[in-house]
């Protein structure tokens, strides 16, 4: 039986007529007529009861009946689920970032994207840049947001956001009173730093910042979260160069002084596997492309 002999029936018992179910099917009577013995001879008992005048359901006839309802709508919605799922409507997204995106461009991104696909359900795991290259290699993450560079041939990636560096200093500290800080008043001052490993990228542009106004910091102490440090920095622990979102942290006890001399912008990009096909994917990055240029 297929599922066509399941519509026949279904149109024939709405209409209790072979003109017009035949009509509705737009196929002629005889073979509307034939399917239906054909059905009752392979389900074994009569659908209907005919005479000359009339067509009316038997009681099996009647349970067949809701049930090939039943049948008919979980295939629509199959079909639907499948459709939406194809075009990216409907699912799960798996979602990483790094702690500070989540003060900047991460917000509006999931904002939109909520309002946009309301059938996708979004999973987020805040996570180093570290994390989400293994993460993504691995498949436990769809798409991430890190700190550059990304350098690996198997992941494309995006610019979605950039931002200049600023210097957090404890309220307390001489240099809170100052417009600005140049860095070479930092020099001597202990330092809250992440590990290497967590971001090489901004890492290693902290550092050379710090070379460039002639010294190497002294971390007194590391952490791994960016609201980590910053607390940290509220404790009067040191001092941290961080990217200029964190004030949106509004962490009480910390003052964010701009750096007098020029410095290069931090960015957040987006990663995702080159090869992806998924299309809750390519509609996540196209929203996310389309808040980066607003």
Not at 25 to 42: D, G, K, N, V
Request: aromatic share 8%; with cysteine; proline share 5%.
């Amino acid at each position: 039986m297929e599922l066509r002999h399941l519509r026949y029936f279904v149109t024939l018992a709405e209409e209790l007529h072979f003109g017009r179910a035949a009509e509705r099917l737009h196929m002629a009577q005889p073979p509307l007529s034939q399917q239906i013995r054909q059905m009752e001879a392979e389900l074994g008992f009569s659908l209907f009861h005919r005479t000359k005048r009339t067509v009316q359901l038997t009681e099996a006839g009647q349970a067949f009946l809701e049930e090939s309802r039943r049948i008919l709508r979980q295939l629509e919605q199959a079909i639907q689920a499948g459709r939406q799922i194809n075009r990216g409507e409907m699912g799960q997204l798996v979602i990483g970032f790094v702690s500070s995106a989540a003060y900047n461009v991460l917000p509006e991104i999931l904002r939109t994207f909520r309002t946009s696909i309301p059938g996708v359900t979004l999973q987020l795991h805040e996570l180093t840049t570290d994390q989400q290259f293994q993460w993504l290699r691995e498949g436990q993450i769809d798409v991430g947001f890190v700190r550059p560079p990304v350098e690996e041939d198997k992941f494309s990636s995006e610019i979605v956001f950039e931002e200049a560096l600023m210097v957090a200093l404890p309220e307390a500290h001489p240099l809170a009173l100052q417009a600005n800080v140049q860095l070479h008043e930092l020099a001597g001052e202990p330092f809250i730093l992440f590990p290497r490993s967590q971001a090489p990228g901004l890492y290693d542009q902290i550092i050379s910042l710090c070379q460039q106004a002639d010294f190497s910091p002294t971390v007194a102490q590391e952490a791994i979260q960016m609201q980590t440090i910053v607390s940290l920095v509220a404790a009067e622990m040191g001092v941290a160069i961080v990217p200029a979102s964190l004030q949106n942290l509004q962490r009480t006890g910390v003052v964010y002084k701009p750096v007098e001399e020029s410095t290069s912008s931090v960015a957040i990009a987006i990663i995702w596997r080159s090869h992806e096909t998924s299309p809750t994917v390519q509609r996540f990055l196209k929203i996310v492309k389309q808040v980066a240029k607003a």
